[in-house]
């Protein structure tokens, strides 16, 4: 074996560019993030031939001295850390003095930069890790990095290049997210030939989703209130993060989380992920516990196979985060998750229960295509499109931000002939896309089927549909109601309510029903046995794998006990996340209040339909049963008049 020797800096350089520097935006995002950690108020970045040609990031920040410049390139040469310690409260986006030399190696570098305090500033030259020159030269203070031929020494790495639409894709999304972390900041992204996005300062996040995105995104979006949750009590200490159990621990700073964000309303369904954002101190993560924390608070109003939009900024003390995870810093680790997870999921929930929004007649039928067309059809680019997925976006597809375009009109619902018709916008609705900010004051109308509490009031049924729809009629407009899952609603926010007062009490049944399981039933019915008896379930072992429901919640009858019972435990063990207690019970209420309520083709006289309407209008969230579906949908008033052309 040959002997031991350390390698060559370049080398080294070389191997960590690897980790770093997997693309044209991985090289993007380094040096934007040193633009920002530079205190930078405008960045701009220009792009030729998807970045594999050039990279251009000039910032107007600190920029640095000549010493300095000459420091930067050297490994593990960094400002921003000086001992240990200081690691375990991460301030900036940077910290592990790895990009700069690692770019260098792999690429032709030029950089150029002056520091306020220096007359003349200096430019660096340096091709594939070696030194070509150093020369002062006359520069405005901050900092512009020029990459040429990144990988032009690692064919095999430059082989595995995308088309330059795809890099251009990836590093259009990546300056998307920063501009929207740092909304009181300028970005500019462009081409030779094309200025994809041109941002000036702005004072609130939303104004920033409306200069990137449009009116149309925005509508489809609630503001969270902004929301500051205290320290959590020391005995929530969970600590799987490495920082917990450091130095600093005794006399860390008073914790306090601030959260902020947008969530899409509960008419908008994605197909996947992908418009997901958390940025956790105002850098994009991708964290499975705060993806869980979103699942769950849309649990119950979004289908299980249907995914929001999110927009989640969380600002968290830098000692409660721990970002020395993953080299390129994606991801990060929570001294408190649970304090974060449950905190994230209430701002959430919150904002979803005060909406008690209701579907209108234009989303009949088909939500999952009309979230897909909202998404590709919808006016401007919408947050998928822009933002990136973990798969690579294929070739040509849209990534456009410029999002002052019209495109193919949304389709919608024609009441007569039940098919799609084209929706024509109204001119109030286009002039939000007309990139005019100062019409709208910063609060475009919201023209998304979005009801109050009133709107649903005094709803006075007028008869079934097939004894199964109801159809009603009150100040706002005609409404279509189905029984089964308006019913469903009602008793699931009962069923939930008594349990969160204390134990349900179930009806007792005149025989015990026994029950035969299957070893997982069993072992899932060993796991939630207490809380099924909180839930108003009595059942007990009754022999090998076989139970006996002596009592069970009121309305379910006997005949479909047992299979809401096993249908419970199916639904236990299929998602491994319900043994959170909270998760658990709302499942539980949620497959009783489906097997209790009403069905449809069933005959309701005019007492229990008004009985009905009057309940679900009392609910938290009258516009979707427990697993989703829609319950009510309505033809306002105006809709009304404009199919008469009254309006
Ligand atoms: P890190 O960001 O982890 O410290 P880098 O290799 O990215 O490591 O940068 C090394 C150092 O160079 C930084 O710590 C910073 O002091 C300096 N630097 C890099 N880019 C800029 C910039 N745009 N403006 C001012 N200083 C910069
Ligand atoms: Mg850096």
């Not at 795809?166 to 920063?178: D, P, W």
């Not at 899409?264 to 954002?277: G, L």
Request: proline share 6%.
């Amino acid at each position: 074996m040959p002997s031991i020797r350390i390698l060559p800096e370049t080398v080294a350089n070389k191997i960590a560019a690897g980790e770093v520097v997997e693309r044209p935006a991985s090289v993007v995002k380094e040096l934007v993030e040193n633009s920002l950690d530079a205190g930078a108020t405008q960045v701009s970045v220009e792009v030729e031939s998807g970045g594999k040609r050039l990279l251009r990031v000039a910032d107007d920040g600190s920029g640095m001295s000549h010493d300095d410049a000459l420091l930067a390139f050297e490994r593990h040469s960094t400002s921003k850390l000086r001992t240990a310690e200081d690691l375990v409260s991460i301030a900036t986006l940077g910290f592990r003095g790895e990009a700069l030399p690692s770019v260098a190696a792999v690429s032709r570098i030029v950089l150029e930069t002056r520091s306020q305090e220096e007359e003349a500033g200096t430019r660096i030259e340096i091709a594939g890790g070696k030194l070509m020159s150093v020369r002062a030269a006359g520069l405005p203070p901050g900092t512009c990095v020029t990459v040429r031929d990144l990988f032009y020494n690692v064919p095999a790495r430059r082989k595995f290049l995308k088309s330059e639409t795809t890099e251009l894709g990836h590093i259009a999304s990546l300056v998307t997210h920063y501009s929207l972390a740092h909304p009181e900041k300028s970005f500019v992204l462009k081409t030779p030939t094309q200025e994809i996005m041109n941002v000036g300062p702005v004072a609130s996040y939303q104004d920033r989703i409306f200069q990137l995105f449009g009116k149309q995104a925005l509508d489809e979006l609630l503001e969270l209130k902004e929301t500051k949750v205290a320290a959590p009590p020391a005995s929530w200490e969970t600590g799987s993060a490495a920082a917990a159990g450091e130095p600093g621990d005794t006399e860390r700073e008073p914790a306090e989380m601030v959260i902020r964000g947008f969530v899409s309303k509960p008419e908008v369904q994605r197909p996947n992920r992908n418009a997901i954002y958390v940025f956790v101190n105002r850098r994009l993560v991708r964290d499975r516990l705060i993806l869980h924390a979103i699942h769950e608070a849309y649990r119950n109003i979004l289908p299980s196979d249907a995914f929001p939009t999110v927009l989640l900024f969380l600002e968290l003390p830098f000692a409660e985060v721990d970002v020395n995870v993953h080299p390129s810093k994606v991801e990060v680790r929570f001294r408190h998750s649970a304090w974060v997870h449950d905190s994230a999921r209430e701002a959430i929930r919150a904002a979803l229960t005060a909406l008690k929004p209701i579907a209108s007649f234009p989303s009949v039928g088909r939500p999952a295509q009309r979230a897909a067309g909202v998404a590709a059809a919808g006016t401007g680019p919408s947050l998928q499109q822009a933002i990136p997925t973990d798969v690579p976006m294929s070739d040509g597809a849209g990534f456009e931000l410029e999002p002052y375009q019209p495109a193919p009109e949304p389709q919608r619902f024609s009441f007569e002939t039940g098919e799609a018709i084209p929706l024509t916008l109204s001119d109030e609705s286009r002039q939000g896309v007309t990139g005019t900010f100062a019409n709208a004051a910063g609060q475009p109308a919201s023209t998304a089927p979005t009801t109050t509490e009133a709107e649903i009031a005094n709803l006075k049924p007028l008869g079934q549909v097939s004894n199964s729809f109801i159809v009603a009629v009150n100040a706002s407009g005609l409404w279509i109601v189905d029984q089964h899952v308006a019913h469903e609603r009602v008793l699931f926010e009962r069923q939930l309510r008594e349990r969160q007062a204390g134990q349900v009490t179930g009806q007792r049944l005149l025989m015990p029903m026994i029950v035969q399981l299957s070893p997982r039933q069993q072992a899932t019915f060993d796991q939630i046995a207490a809380e099924l008896r909180s839930s108003g379930f009595d059942v007990e072992p009754f022999g090998q794998r076989t139970v006996a429901i002596q009592s069970a919640p009121t309305g379910i009858s006997t005949s479909d006990l047992d299979k809401l019972l096993v249908e419970l435990l199916d639904g236990v063990e299929k998602d491994a996340q319900t043994t959170n207690v909270e998760t658990l019970r709302r499942k539980i209420a949620a497959s009783v209040s489906c097997h209790a309520a009403i069905k449809i083709n069933m005959p309701l006289d005019q007492r229990k339909m008004e009985w009905l309407l009057g309940e679900l209008a009392k609910t938290d969230c009258p516009m979707s049963c427990p697993h989703g579906r829609p319950i009510v949908l309505r033809y306002s008033l105006r809709e009304i008049e404009k199919a008469f052309k009254r309006v």
